[in-house]
T-cell receptor, first 113, second 114 residues
Framework: SQKIEQNSEALNIQEGKTATLTCNYT??????LQWYRQDPGRGPVFLLL?????KEKRKERLKVTFDTTLKQSLFHITASQPADSATYLC????????????FGRGTQLTVWP | DGGITQSPKYLFRKEGQNVTLSCEQN?????MYWYRQDPGQGLRLIYY???????QKGDIAEGYSVSREKKESFPLTVTSAQKNPTAFYLC?????????????FGSGTRLTVV
């Protein structure tokens, strides 16, 4: 089955800096990769999706890259704010009709003033 | 506003008791999913359904059962056969399985065995 590793359990950065989170996967290459944000006691919220034939995707202060050779995705939050503090989850899919996602354990981001 | 509603938010189960977690969506999504989340672990898929009256086991289906009699509803029953049911349960839906759309999640049900 697919194995997903997110770089670290916790990342602490200062407000205004760029946060970079890593997602590595093994085995087969996904058709697309998704990033979610999860706040304590809440369900994950979908942020961005990037397809295997896309190198980069942007949405406001968020940027995702996808390197199928390295089997890695990087998730960047520029000009980070304390409100960005949350756990960020990486999820992979094979693009099959099953539509199921495999989730990483997440990286807890804390942005301090 | 459209979304997914999970109820109850907190649920307490006695040993040997079956309990049912509710999941309702008004997004007109075809696919629905149940995940379990434990501290320090990623979300693990319990069951999923692509269409009404059809569902498939995920990675950890033992001790759980589901039904999909209506497009809007996908209830999960945690049976007494589930030996370690204490966890955070998340229901999700997506427009069409396999398409490039993100999941919409509910706010979760926290189940505790007492």
């Amino acid at each position: 089955s697919q194995k997903i590793e997110q770089n670290s359990e916790a990342l602490n950065i200062q407000e205004g800096k760029t946060a970079t989170l890593t997602c590595n996967y093994t085995n087969y290459s996904p058709a697309y990769l998704q990033w979610y944000r999860q706040d304590p006691g809440r369900g994950p919220v979908f942020l961005l999706l990037i397809r295997e034939n896309e190198k980069e995707k942007r949405k406001e202060r968020l940027k995702v890259t996808f390197d199928t050779t390295l089997k890695q995705s990087l998730f960047h939050i520029t000009a980070s704010q304390p409100a960005d503090s949350a756990t960020y989850l990486c999820a992979l899919d094979r693009g099959s009709t099953l539509g199921r996602l495999y989730f990483g354990r997440g990286t807890q981001l804390t942005v301090w003033p | 506003d459209g979304g997914i509603t999970q109820s109850p938010k907190y649920l307490f189960r006695k040993e040997g008791q079956n309990v049912t977690l509710s999941c309702e969506q008004n997004l007109n999504h075809d696919a629905m999913y149940w995940y379990r989340q434990d501290p320090g672990q990623g979300l693990r898929l319990i069951y999923y359904s692509q269409i009404v009256n059809d569902f498939q086991k995920g990675d950890i289906a033992e001790g759980y059962s589901v039904s999909r009699e209506k497009k809007e509803s996908f209830p999960l029953t945690v049976t007494s056969a589930q030996k370690n049911p204490t966890a955070f349960y998340l229901c999700a839906s997506s427009i069409v399985p396999g398409e490039n759309y993100g999941y919409t999640f509910g706010s979760g049900t926290r189940l505790t065995v007492v």
